[in-house]
T-cell receptor
Framework: DARVTQTPRDKVTEMGQEVTMRCQPI?????VFWYRQTMMQGLELLAY????????DSGMPKDRFSAEMPDATLATLKIQPSEPRDSAVYFC??????????FGSGTRLTVV | AQTVTQSQPEMSVQEAETVTLSCTYD???????LFWYKQPPSRQMILVIR??????QNATENRFSVNFQKAAKSFSLKISDSQLGDAAMYFC????????????FGGGTRLMVKP
């Protein structure tokens, strides 16, 4: 089965450090999402792209988060500088304009 | 804005029995998709079943079926013959056509399966 690949699976970093999370969407999928999951807030949409163009990043703290799709096989989510409140599981998902979306296994980020 | 509500934070079911998880949503759109995702302890989000709003027939996938009530904006998930491997968090999600196809999730229901 085709899958969405996220790296790293787990990341522990110190406050103030830069963190980059990567996602390889399923080949042919033109829509890519970044979600954040925490116990308190549940699943929150951070940003998403269609045909590599950013459609909505209103859920993302602009001063420290950035999301890009340098090409169709790679999406990145960067946090600089990281803070303890950024600790969460970050999911990437991809799909087409119709149907469901396939999620990656997530990156568990811990900022100490 | 669309909202999705799962009113049952936790549910439990005896192995081999049937359980129903509830979900309600709010939208002004007439065309949309509804989904149930399963998240086991491995944290992988797995698509269980989906329903297109224009279809009157309820979706079914093996032991999983939905009861879609469009007028009531209700979308419940029924799991028949529950198995230990069904234990997980279950998320109801909405995707409209006018909201740029983003997914809006409910808060989740933790399902425990007793042997």
């Amino acid at each position: 089965d085709a899958r969405v690949t996220q790296t790293p699976r787990d990341k522990v970093t110190e406050m103030g450090q830069e963190v980059t999370m990567r996602c390889q969407p399923i080949l042919g999928h033109n829509t890519v999402f970044w979600y954040r999951q925490t116990m308190m807030q549940g699943l929150e949409l951070l940003a998403y792209f269609r045909n590599r163009a950013p459609l909505d990043d209103s859920g993302m703290p602009k001063d420290r988060f950035s999301a890009e799709m340098p090409d169709a096989t790679l999406a990145t989510l960067k946090i600089q500088p990281s803070e303890p409140r950024d600790s969460a599981v970050y999911f990437c998902a991809s799909g087409l304009e119709v149907g469901g979306y396939t999620f990656g296994s997530g990156t568990r980020l811990t900022v100490v | 804005a669309q909202t999705v509500t799962q009113s049952q934070p936790e549910m439990s079911v005896q192995e081999a029995e049937t359980v129903t998880l509830s979900c309600t949503y709010d939208t002004s759109e007439s065309d949309y998709y509804l989904f149930w995702y399963k998240q086991p302890p491995s944290r992988q989000m797995i698509l269980v079943i989906r329903q297109e709003a224009y279809k009157q027939q309820n979706a079914t996938e093996n032991r999983f079926s939905v009861n879609f009530q469009k007028a009531a904006k209700s979308f419940s998930l029924k799991i028949s013959d529950s198995q230990l491997g069904d234990a997980a968090m279950y998320f109801c999600a909405y995707r409209g056509y006018n909201a740029g196809n983003m997914l809006t999730f409910g808060g989740g229901t933790r399902l425990m399966v007793k042997p």
